[in-house]
């Protein structure tokens, strides 16, 4: 938003109006103005137009959803510019190159961005930092209203979950963004094949079938795929061994994992004793 507009000098004629406006309190030399100033005078406007209805400050307020002092504030103010008496925008080096700015962004229609006109004030040898610049011109420089922005895609997260979930499990709309991603990625498409492939040997327990796979992932020369390959081929014959009998280490495992959780409970605390009785009742 604009700090302000000046207004010209008022001629000897409307000497008059000014001195009323001043003697009521109202300030002539300043209008607000960009968007703030206009959401402030449609608010102004319906809070009194409610009252005119015979509306309560407190239905006014349940009405619109506001706070009871904020309807109360617009109530008072006989004139929306009020609502702004006493605000002061803090003068900053910058507002002498406002002008100029300003009518940069209206000859390109707001295409111009805070970047390309931070290289202008370069040129022109005025050097500013991006951020001081941007901050700067949220508050005094106006830009066209732009269109509502496209809505974001799916998150690298969320397209791994869809690739690395079962294919019943996704929703429709899940597996249709699913197929628009990786109809516009061919190495991400790749990537989905050997994921499901590799997903139906553990499945099924074909690992007979690993050989081929890594031959495939392979020849994809995908980084992710081609590193975990050549992971694989480093104890092949225990992989499928692994991906074909029904036979896991994986209760041993969870049965030494349970005791080395209740000798972490009980150190410094207990003795042989006790650790064998709890290990052997739990």
């Known amino acids: 938003m604009r700090a302000g507009t000046a207004v010209p000098p008022p001629d000897r004629e409307a000497t008059g109006t000014q001195t009323a406006d001043s003697e009521a309190g109202l300030p002539f ?21 409610l009252l005119s209805e015979g509306m309560g400050l407190r239905a006014i307020a349940r009405h619109l959803g506001w706070g009871r002092h904020t309807v109360q504030r617009y109530a008072r103010a006989d004139r929306w510019q009020d609502m702004v008496t006493g605000r002061r925008t803090r003068s900053s080096r910058l ?34 930092p991006y951020s001081s610049l941007r901050d700067w011109a949220r508050s005094r420089l106006e830009w066209p209203d732009a269109p509502a922005p496209a809505s974001a895609g799916p998150s690298v997260r969320t397209v791994v979950g869809w690739i690395t979930r079962h294919p019943d499990t996704l929703t429709e709309d899940e597996t249709t963004q699913l197929k628009a991603v990786l109809d516009t990625c061919p190495e ?35 980084p992710g795929i081609t590193g975990f390959a050549h992971g694989l081929t480093t104890d092949l014959e225990a992989v499928i061994a692994g ?31 006790l650790l064998r009785k709890m290990i052997l009742l739990r």
């Not at 300043?30 to 608010?43: D, N, S």
């Open 29 to 49: 030399t300043v209008l607000p103005t960009g968007r703030r100033a206009e959401r402030m005078r449609a608010q102004h406007a319906l809070v009194h137009g």
């Open 95 to 128: 507002d002498v190159h406002q002008p100029y700015l300003q009518g940069r962004i209206d000859e390109s229609d707001g295409a111009i961005t805070i970047k390309e006109l931070r290289e202008e004030l370069a040129g022109r040898g005025h050097r500013v």
């Open 188 to 222: 991400l498409d790749q990537t989905y094949r050997l994921v499901r492939d590799f997903a139906q040997m553990l499945a099924r327990r074909t690992g007979a079938d690993l050989p081929d796979w890594i031959s495939a992932a392979r020849t994809t020369r995908l």
């Open 243 to 273: 991906l074909t009998v029904h036979w896991s280490s994986g209760g041993t495992e969870g049965a030494v994992n349970r005791v080395k959780k209740i000798k972490r409970q009980l150190y410094g605390r207990a003795g042989f004793e």
